[in-house]
């Protein structure tokens, strides 16, 4: 078990640049969680997945941000129109049921 | 919407001794989950220990416990015989009907050697 990986580590961007976050749950859960976590802050979620489908999105997804997890495996979020705003790190967590594992995140700095 | 207040941005303990984390939630639920998760500095989080809330029983795990109080909506981690490892900011959270979690935002605990 290799536990939750994300890619990239690290991302820099300029403002209105596209970005695309990759997710690799633990291989045998079916839950997929995406959180969000500024500096000083607690995460807060944004999307969750239950095999391939989308269950919950939090209002913090505004319309320029898009999740998918095709066949129910990885997940990508994919922000488009960066801000200086979406500067945070991106969490993805994995269940198989009420407990959550978390990867390393992505940090994601918008210039 | 369920809220979770941690009233303590940073505490401070000597190694060897003993120190209690607070949390506070609200929710109008009656079945729910409650986390206490780690996150060293530029590390990855981990979860510390979980509790349900319709067991009466307090959670442990090693030298970490908790002090569950489900009508006073409070959930405080004691961690005992600090180490330096533990130096870490520790997250609340909370897990109702809905599979999110929430969290506060957090407590920066600093272990003295």
């Known amino acids: 078990d290799t536990g939750v990986s994300q890619d990239p580590r690290h991302k820099i961007t300029k403002r209105g640049q596209n970005v695309t976050f990759r997710c690799d749950p633990i291989?045998?859960?079916?839950?997929l969680y995406w959180y969000r976590q500024t500096l000083g802050q607690g995460p807060e979620f944004l999307t969750y997945f239950q095999n391939e489908a989308q269950l919950e999105k939090s209002r913090l997804l505004s319309d320029r941000f898009s999740a998918e997890r095709p066949k129910g495996s990885f997940s990508t979020l994919e922000i488009q129109r960066t801000e200086q705003g979406d500067s945070a790190m991106y969490l993805c967590?994995?269940?198989?049921?009420?407990?959550?594992?978390f990867g390393p995140g992505t940090r994601l700095t918008v210039t | 919407a369920q809220t979770v207040t941690q009233s303590q941005p940073e505490m401070s303990v000597q190694e060897a001794e003993t120190v209690t984390l607070s949390c506070t939630y609200d929710?109008?639920?009656?079945?729910?989950?409650l986390f206490w998760y780690k996150q060293p500095p530029s590390r990855q989080m981990i979860l510390v220990i979980r509790?349900?809330?319709?067991?009466?029983q307090n959670a442990t795990e090693n030298r970490f416990s908790v002090n569950f109080q489900k009508a006073a909506k409070s959930f405080s981690l004691k961690i005992s015989d600090s180490q330096l490892g533990d130096a870490a900011m520790y997250f609340c959270?909370?897990?109702?009907?809905?599979?999110?979690?929430?969290f506060g935002k957090g407590t920066k605990l600093t272990v003295n050697p």
């Open positions: 509790q349900e809330a319709y067991k009466q």
């Open positions: 959270a909370f897990q109702g009907g809905s599979e999110k979690l929430v």
């Open positions: 967590a994995s269940s198989l049921d009420y407990e959550q594992y």
């Open positions: 291989s045998e859960h079916n839950r």
């Open positions: 929710t109008s639920e009656s079945d729910y989950y």
